[in-house]
């Protein structure tokens, strides 16, 4: 069964590199016994998309969201900065702009470095895209903050 083996694989790699022991809490999350969750992650089964939302909260990784928006107009961008959810809105201001730095630098940085030879080869170019791609979502994340925050 191909329908599916993209998404599952990509959240088989997540899980498996960032939350290993915690595979029984995230299916409870989904609403899944782990078994049927597991079922899923080996493409067993297909994610339903109520399924997909549930992980999606359960495991807030932007790789995840950013392959379901892959190839639309649309860009994920965080609600709040989720990694300090205690901040104030304008301590998660101020973060949201740190982190659309930080990224945008690191994206001029991996052209800059692989400009150096006149070239970019295959894996540069992956390397690139996933920076621009961060440094994307921490823009869309910032628009969303400041939004908010003119708001209050």
Request: glycine share 4%; proline share 2%.
């Given at each position: ?18 939350a290993r022991g ?29 399924e997909v939302r ?19 107009g649309y860009i ?77």
């Amino acid at each position: 069964m191909d329908r599916g083996k993209e998404f599952a694989d990509l959240v088989h790699g997540v899980l498996t590199n960032t939350a290993r022991g915690q595979l029984t809490e995230i299916a409870e999350s989904v609403g899944l016994s782990y078994d049927a969750f597991y079922a899923r992650l080996r493409n067993r089964v297909v994610f339903s998309p109520e399924e997909v939302r549930a992980l999606i909260a359960a495991v807030p990784d932007a790789r995840i969201v950013s392959w379901v928006l892959l190839n639309t107009g649309y860009i994920a961008a965080e609600r709040g900065a989720l990694d300090e959810p205690n901040l104030t809105e304008q301590e998660s201001l101020r973060h949201s702009v740190i982190r659309m730095l930080i990224e945008a630098s690191e994206a001029a940085s991996q052209v800059e470095t692989a400009l150096r030879d006149g070239h970019v080869d295959h894996r540069e170019a992956i390397q690139i895209q996933r920076d621009i791609e961060n440094a994307e979502r921490a823009i869309a994340t910032l628009r969303a903050h400041v939004a908010r925050y003119r708001c209050a």
